[in-house]
């Protein structure tokens, strides 16, 4: 009887608000995700120290980032600074139950990510046919690293906003879809910081030495 009256005391809480950390209060999905990307951080931090050490001690590669396209480059950043864009109309359209609005933002979104892909492997295609491999010295052994690296999780987030997007459309979202839709933005913004990082190392600075 006692246990039946405690219970009936507890404070009761949607079925479907998130789990939050009793510590910091901060829902522990949005918590891992954090974690997971502080070592994401921690390994494209390292590679591009590596880069920015090896480029001072070699005086500069700047021979072979002369046949790296910066247009190219400039026109990915752009595709990608434009999905970040979508990826924000999304969570802002989840929140304002615009369910219309969140198909077509996270459509949007999907297919950046993929004109992304399509470009980096154009590219990519063009070094291989001039004979530039990631064994034709530490400039491309570091381009295709760093650059396969991001492409990799360009399309971890493209799966992940796939399957929101496939949700959506089928009804299945909206039931804690916010925190769903927040978690894959701070992804995608993730993957969007580190190739604001990537296209100056890469693309421009070795040109300007």
């Not at 459509?107 to 530039?132: I, M, N, Q, R, S």
Request: charged share 10%.
């Amino acid at each position: 009887m006692e246990a039946e009256l405690e219970l009936s005391l507890r404070p009761r809480t949607p079925a479907h608000q998130p789990v939050t950390d009793s510590l910091t209060e901060i829902p522990t999905g949005k918590l891992g995700l954090w974690v997971f990307l502080a070592g994401e951080i921690m390994i494209f931090g390292g590679m591009i120290a590596c880069f920015i050490l090896l480029r001072i001690a070699a005086g500069g590669w700047a021979s072979d980032a002369a046949h790296v396209d910066w247009q190219i480059g400039t026109l990915n950043t752009l595709v990608l600074l434009t999905s970040s864009l979508t990826m924000i109309l999304a969570l802002a359209a989840v929140r304002a139950d615009r369910r219309s609005a969140v198909k077509l933002y996270l459509g949007l979104t999907v297919a950046l990510g993929l004109l992304f892909l399509v470009v980096k492997g154009y590219e990519y295609a063009g070094h291989f046919a001039e004979g530039y491999t990631p064994l034709s010295g530490m400039f491309w052994s570091f381009y295709y690293l760093m650059t396969g690296l991001h492409a990799l999780h360009v399309t971890g987030g493209i799966v992940v906003n796939f399957v929101l997007l496939m949700m959506a459309i089928r009804g299945t979202l909206w039931e804690g879809g916010q925190g769903r839709v927040e978690f894959a933005g701070l992804y995608w913004h993730f993957v969007d910081v580190v190739w604001i990082f990537l296209f100056p190392l890469l693309y421009l600075s070795l040109k300007l030495t």
